[in-house]
């Protein structure tokens, strides 16, 4: 026996080079866990302390059995034992790494019984007290919180490397790649309530204690597990069994229960609004906790600043934004946190679709906007006391002043998500959304399927790529310097518009900019046209007199750009004046003359019409151009004289 367990040792030992997953990596394990089964004894509340407490993984191995592995942080691991047969056969475990790795974990080894395919029940006895994650200047989130005699779990951390802090009450491997069932009792002092996630199942209740039972069959995350213990004789719980086919109940304070009940007056009306919007709600029920940190997502159970609640601020934008993440992240769930845009982009942007609800088109447009200028104004500006760095969405750069949750992945996120729905259109990016929810229910998803389906959906591929690449994968916005030539047509004025990016390479350049331009005059005329160039010439006709040129004021689009200054608009000389630049003849086919005045200071560029440059003209006077290869279409040459006011002349190409 005794051999055996040596050589078991032995062989096990040489797999340590099998990794867990990274937070922001994930790394496929020869197991996969179905379900979480576990008792905990919160019996010293309020001390944040667990009497003997066990959690029991039940896992498949899905390759040649191998480790087990869980995280467990801050608490005593008093056994390990393999269910098997009514009995429960000791085994041997090793932590991985230490506690201030990202990746410190628990392994324990397969018994040469196991085969692949088979399952597994591995029970963990435990015991301790529960912490949060490590307080960075004063602030511990993540993880198990003491408020007054108020006992709490929140599912992630903003500063730990870890991310992911269930594995501050709960043995479990805690990454969002596996996600399984879960029934979790929870005994507490006669006194305390348990709120939790999942359906809630009547348990016979001891002279010294009561037992909480919840569980859910549909898969969960870890990091969304949560449990609140609440002295009975502070909380209001109210319920809504006839709203919606499903039940909400609130966990409120006592002392805020009617203003609760105000702030939370339109939720059934939040619920059929997104359901409207991204298909039926996909769980058992709709909970909120009350809770003085928060807010997170928790399944079902989510976790709510009381002081919001407190507020009765019936929009509640911020309840929405978690409501909305029970599709975003918790029924879809990323493969790893370096999609957690995924989740915060589409949850606060969900905020603006609440407003829409509410308020119409202007009221959504007016939410993005908002983001959109807390992002430029304040996250993204360096100097201001709240800048986090100029960061991707995509697997964003974590060290100080970012974190786990930097803004980047909310408001930039939101706005990215509007210009994508202004760019493909209502049907397309609604049907994306709820192409992503079908599909990969109850399951994970990462960016390149994300990226796939949008392209197979709208058939745009090298739009969604460009599109994902610039704002998703790569950081930073455009600035734009827009200046225009405005003159009359036969359909009242035409602009021709010279648009050029102007921020460093380092921060993109943008081909897939959904830009509102407004003509401002007596009659606003609102057009929206798509950047697709550094630089580019883009001739609107139709429009009415207009004295100012402004982006983001229409009624349609709200983008993420800067204007590097206000946008000019030269009106063009009445006829029979000498132009400065002019060219000739029009339409041409062989050769066009280009006459450069004195007036002109630095080259003449010359633009296809998609914006590429094709030719630098230097030098006053008159230049015969050979156009012989030259596509068919319109050309722009384009030029700023001494006072730097812009001159464009226009030609055409016939083939
Ligand atoms: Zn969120």
Same mark, same amino acid.
């Given at each position: 026996m005794r051999l055996v367990w040596g050589l078991l040792l032995l062989g096990w030992c040489s797999n340590w080079a099998q990794e867990i997953s990274w937070p922001t990596r994930f790394i496929e394990q020869p197991f996969d866990v179905l379900e979480y089964r576990a008792f905990l004894a919160l019996d010293s509340l309020p001390a944040p302390v667990l009497g003997e407490s066990a959690c029991t993984i039940v896992a498949r191995w899905r390759g040649a059995p191998d480790t087990l592995r869980f995280h467990l942080r801050g608490l005593e691991v008093l056994r390990c034992e393999y269910l098997q047969d009514d009995r429960a056969l000791p085994v041997s475990w090793q932590t991985r790494g $230490?506690?201030?790795?990202?990746?410190f974990h628990y392994a324990v080894p397969a018994l040469p019984s196991h085969h692949e395919g088979d399952t597994v029940a591995l029970r963990i006895t435990f015991r301790g007290t529960m912490t949060g994650e490590p307080s960075v200047g004063g602030v511990s989130w993540g993880g198990v919180q003491r408020e007054g005699a108020i006992v709490y779990a929140l599912g992630v951390g903003f500063y730990n490397n870890y991310v992911s802090a269930t594995q501050h009450w709960l043995p479990c491997y805690?990454?969002?790649s596996d996600k399984a069932r879960f029934d979790l009792t929870f005994r507490v002092p006669r006194s305390y309530i348990v709120a939790s996630g999942g359906q809630e199942f009547p348990v016979r209740d001891s002279a010294q204690w009561r037992l909480f039972r919840f569980r859910s069959? *549909?898969?969960?995350? $870890? *990091?969304?597990l949560t449990f609140a213990a609440i002295p009975e004789s502070t909380v209001a719980i109210l319920r809504d069994e006839a709203s919606l086919p499903y039940p909400i109940v609130l966990y409120a304070r006592r002392v805020d229960s009617t203003a609760t009940r105000r702030s939370f007056r339109l939720l059934p009306q939040m619920v059929t609004a997104f359901e409207r919007r991204f298909g039926a709600y996909p769980f058992e029920k709709v909970g909120y906790v009350m809770t003085q940190k928060g807010a997170m997502e928790h399944q079902t159970m989510i976790s709510y600043p009381a002081s919001l609640a407190r507020?009765?601020? $019936?929009?509640?934008l911020v309840a929405a934004h978690e409501l909305a993440h029970q599709w975003f992240g918790d029924c879809v769930t990323p493969l790893d946190f370096r999609d957690a845009w995924f989740n915060e982009s589409f949850a606060t942007f969900a905020e603006s679709l609440w407003r829409e609800e509410l308020g119409g088109t202007s009221a959504y447009l007016q939410e993005q906007q908002r983001k959109i200028n807390a992002y430029l104004n304040q996250y993204a500006k360096p100097g201001n006391p709240l800048f986090e760095g100029i960061l991707t969405m995509y697997d964003f750069d974590r060290t100080p002043p970012s974190s786990? *949750?930097?803004?980047v992945i909310y408001e930039k996120g939101a706005a990215v998500l509007g210009m994508l729905r202004a760019a493909i259109g209502d049907s397309l990016f609604f049907a994306w959304c709820r192409m992503v929810l079908e599909r990969y229910r109850y399951g994970n998803i990462a960016l390149d399927t994300l990226e796939q389906l949008l392209s197979q959906l709208t058939g745009q591929h090298d739009f969604v790529t460009r599109f994902f690449s610039e704002w998703i994968r790569g950081k930073g916005w455009p600035v734009l310097a827009i200046d225009a030539l405005s003159e009359p047509s036969a359909f009242g004025r035409i602009a021709t518009l010279h648009i050029r990016q102007t921020q460093p390479d380092s921060l993109g350049i943008y081909t897939t900019l959904p830009l509102e331009l407004s003509f401002i005059g007596a009659d606003t005329v609102h057009r929206i046209v798509t950047i697709t160039a550094r630089e580019q010439t883009v001739v609107l006709d139709s429009l009415n007199t207009f004295g100012t040129i402004a982006v983001n004021i229409g009624p349609r689009v709200r983008s993420l750009v800067q204007l590097a200054q206000a946008p000019t608009v030269t009106e063009v000389r009445s006829e029979g004046a000498i132009l400065p630049l002019q060219v000739f003849p029009n339409p041409t086919s062989e050769t066009v003359m280009l006459s450069i005045s004195s007036e002109i200071a630095g080259p003449v560029m010359l633009y296809d019409a998609r914006g590429s440059c094709i030719w630098h003209v230097g030098g006053t006077g008159v230049h015969a151009l050979s156009t012989q290869d030259l596509a068919a279409g319109t050309y722009y040459a384009v030029a700023r004289d001494r006072a730097h006011r812009l001159h464009i002349a226009a030609f055409v190409v016939l083939r």
């Open positions: $230490t506690p201030t790795d990202a990746t805690d990454h969002p069959d *549909y898969p969960a995350a $870890t *990091y969304l507020s009765g601020d $019936t929009v509640n786990n *949750y930097p803004h």
